[in-house]
């Protein structure tokens, strides 16, 4: 279950690159050098996130050098763990052979977001380059991600994996720590108090998990299809609702006394679900946007403002809320690998990703697991 010792850093490693949009080559790379704040972060495992399709069709939300991500030498993955192979001067928060599982944004430190805990809105979003250097990071995004044998962290970004837990649960803490922050920026106390998400992606059925964690009663999973509405049941949602079937703002009004929701987390991010999201909620609650819609919605805004609704966006992983995130895990309060279904070797890449992408075999979270490509490196020294 652990991975291997770190015997030696190889000075070349293999890595995958974007070329043009979709096209992505397996090349040589040198291994990165730690530098202050920083260590080297052999990488075990890595998971595949709907955001990594995007930015390999379209390049946004990725910016590197000021620009698009395109033929620019540029890794992208941000869902990964690893072991500490190396450590920047004068770190001593880790050692040498730690396991450690990652957040995406280390943010510049110096903005007034990034002061405020909520690096993953940093002002200086893709900063790391020429005069204007910030030394912003966001692996997989603006600088380097995790589909290579290694990468680099600032520490303030790894936290620990205990022993007993799987590289491949280990990725996951990152989705379960975007469904922790929109739980939080909610207000966070949630025990006692009507939880709906909408969506069962990912984020969806961990938001149904951490909301459970938390004490909130009853959870509600909204979904269209009945395998994941299945395995939000055994995450801890109460009810689930199919969304084909059922009028779902009719249901979540009947489950809360006719009243509507505390706290609705939409993780869908559709005209439709951003309306029932609304008319769901009940006057006073809150309402979190997980997911972006792609193009402009219409919905009663009217309705919002009459009934003292709250509307809250959530941008990445903020708040330290993947060591929260990593807590809960830690101690089992939920079984995080039930999202995951596939893995494949790193030189299996594209094939994984039409995995993810197409769904294929039920696919919800790909892992890419980097054990043999170490192990060959290891082999042929
Ligand atoms: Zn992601
Ligand atoms: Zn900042």
Not at 238 to 261: F, Q
Not at 282 to 287: A, F, W
Request: proline share 5%; glycine share 12%; hydrophobic share 40%.
């Amino acid at each position: 279950m652990s991975s291997s010792a770190i015997n030696s850093v190889p000075s070349k490693m293999k890595a995958w690159v974007l070329g043009d949009p979709d096209e992505l080559h397996l090349v040589e790379k040198d291994v990165p050098v730690p530098g202050k704040a920083e260590a080297l972060v052999r990488i075990d495992a890595v998971a595949i996130c709907a955001t990594d399709l995007e930015i390999m069709t379209y390049g946004t939300p990725a910016l590197i050098q000021g620009g698009p991500p395109f033929n620019k030498n540029f890794t992208p993955g941000h869902e990964y763990m690893g072991t500490i192979a190396g450590l920047g001067p004068g770190v001593d928060e880790f050692e040498i052979g730690d396991r450690v599982t990652v957040e995406i944004h280390a943010g510049c430190g110096q903005c007034k977001r990034c002061r405020m805990g909520m690096y993953t809105s940093c002002h200086n979003y893709g900063k790391n380059y020429g005069d204007q250097n910030k030394g912003h990071r966001a692996n997989g995004f603006t600088t380097d991600g995790g589909f290579a044998q290694y990468a680099i962290n600032n520490i303030n970004t790894m936290i620990k994996v205990p022993d007993t837990m799987p590289d491949e649960e280990a990725t996951l803490v990152v989705t379960a720590g975007t469904s922790m922050y929109g739980l939080t920026e909610l207000g966070g106390l949630v025990a006692g108090e009507s939880v709906v998400v909408i969506g069962p992606g990912p984020i969806g059925l961990l938001a149904v998990a951490v909301a459970k964690s938390l004490g909130a009663s009853p959870v509600v999973l909204v979904g269209t299809r009945e395998n994941r509405n299945r395995i939000g049941l055994e995450l801890g949602a109460d009810v689930t609702i199919d969304a084909r079937n059922e009028d779902v703002v009719a249901r979540v009004k009947e489950l809360t006394g006719g009243k509507g929701a505390d706290y609705v987390v939409d993780c869908a991010g559709s005209e439709t679900t951003v309306n029932q999201a609304v008319h769901m909620t009940n006057r006073g609650g809150r309402v979190c946007l997980a997911a972006f819609p792609k193009k402009p919605v219409e919905f009663d805004l009217g309705y919002l403002a009459v009934n003292n609704i709250y509307l809250y966006g959530i941008r990445g992983e903020g708040k330290s809320a993947t060591h929260r995130a990593m807590a809960f895990m830690a101690e089992k309060r939920f079984d995080a690998s039930k999202i995951h279904t596939h893995t494949f070797p790193m030189e299996d890449l594209p094939t994984a990703l039409k995995y993810a992408r197409e769904r294929i075999d039920d696919a919800i979270k790909v892992v890419v697991s980097m054990k043999d490509t170490h192990a060959a490196a290891e082999a042929a020294e």
